[in-house]
């Protein structure tokens, strides 16, 4: 089923934000954790080698060629030493071709993430500013509206009285106060009107062009993580993967010198010495 944030999610610009915040949270504990798996599987082929190295005998002796218990022993310390060999080369793996890819790929993950939601946030402040300017126009144009029909009326009834020079010369005053103000209501309209076309127009395009496109910008972004983090985890699973055939040959290496102890022929050997 398809699925378009930028129609379907067009008012969530704040969750998105904290959903792809949470994300890169994510990828980052993901990278930590294989570093870590990584830093384990090197201490502990460490300590195998150093385990090996430790009871394998630091000169051949006689008595450990002679009997099979004691050379079954010894290939098993063989086996163990190769096994330290594989956890670090799985070790290797997993921070060469995971760790250091993640933290990479992290870095531009973020400022990839940085873009969008900056363009996001200029998309938004843009339409909020178209708004308010076509709110204050409005509400401009209705004052003058209100200013011009009061100034009407005092004209129209300053034209009603009778008329002595003085009130002549102030009904002319009115009449030209009127005048006035209805210019002014006219070119408020005038400016309420292409603020209002202005909006229309910013608005479409922020909800038709702007968003979706940023919006679908984000969502490719955050399926190329989750895409990413499947592909670590299945690298993780190749890398663990590539040493088991050794590791089984190892183990059943192990398997045949334990098979190969023949406790009567060391006996026999005792009689023999």
Known sequence: MSCNWGTELWDQFDNLEKHTSWGIDFLERYTKFV?????????????????????HPKRSREDES????????????????????????????????????LARY?????????????????????IESSWKQLESSKRRFERDCKEA???????????????????KRCSLKARQTAQQKKEAAEEARKDYVTNL?????????????????????IQDMEERRIERICEAMRLSAEAERKVLPVVSRCVD?????????????????????
């Not at 570093?35 to 009871?55: D, F, N, V, W």
Request: proline share 1%.
């Open 35 to 55: 570093k870590e798996r990584a830093e384990i599987e090197l201490s502990y082929a460490k300590q195998i080698r150093s385990l090996s190295k430790k009871y």
């Open 197 to 217: 076309n202005q909006f229309n127009q910013d608005q479409h395009q922020h909800y038709h062009t702007l968003v979706p496109v940023i919006y679908q910008r």
């Open 253 to 273: 290496a192990m398997m045949d010198a334990a098979e190969g102890i023949q406790p009567r022929m060391d006996t026999r050997q005792v009689v023999e010495v």
């Open 66 to 101: 002679r009997y099979t218990w004691c050379l079954a022993f010894a290939a098993t310390l063989r086996q163990l030493n190769e096994l330290s060999v594989q956890r670090e080369e799985l070790a290797d793996n997993l921070s060469t071709q995971i760790v250091c890819e």
């Open 106 to 126: 992290t870095q531009e993950l973020k400022t990839e993430r940085k873009t969008h939601f900056q363009d996001g946030r200029r998309a938004q402040q843009h």
């Open 149 to 167: 029909e009061r100034a009407q009326q005092v004209s129209d009834r300053i034209d009603l009285d009778n008329k002595t020079d003085g009130e």
